[in-house]
């Protein structure tokens, strides 16, 4: 025969949430950060593409400001929802070190990969120049 013994829930009191005013602000901040990007993207794609008079410069400006407020938001979004923020510093090194070096090597990889077909299409010495190549019938001296 086997006796059930019961015993009374252990319940603590909820406390109300600590650092609920810190992701809120973070929030806020990231919702105005995503405004501002879609705004300058509907600019970029209704308004400056198509105008003749807009500059190169000025276009790549606004993508620039894009990817700046894209990475701002990256940023606190690892360190705020992810907690890498309340981390040792040796531990956010860890992370974030490899992260800029594997940046880096796409970067890198992308300009000499550009470089390399720059170079191979603007004949630098890669192949021979097609006007400058005679059939073989005019090298040996027959007519064509």
Known sequence: MSQHV?????????????????????FWLLSVVT????VL??????????????SHTAILFVKGVICIL??????YIVSVFM???????????TIVVPLCLFIWF????????NSWKDLRNT?????????NVKPAAVEKGAKP
């Not at 405004?35 to 879609?38: K, N, P, R, V």
């Not at 796409?106 to 990969?113: K, N, P, R, S, T």
């Not at 004949?123 to 006007?131: C, L, V």
């Open 70 to 75: 894209s990475l701002a938001k990256a940023f």
């Open 41 to 54: 993207g509907l600019g970029l794609a209704k308004h400056w593409y198509g105008d003749p008079e807009t």
């Open 35 to 38: 405004i501002i990007e879609l």
């Open 6 to 26: 019961s015993s009374s829930e252990v319940t603590f009191p909820h406390a109300p949430a600590e650092g609920t005013g810190r992701i809120w602000k973070v």
């Open 106 to 113: 796409i970067v890198a990889f992308l300009w000499d990969g």
């Open 83 to 93: 907690h890498l923020g309340d981390e040792v510093r040796n531990f956010i090194m």
């Open 123 to 131: 004949n630098a010495g890669s192949r021979p120049n097609i006007e």
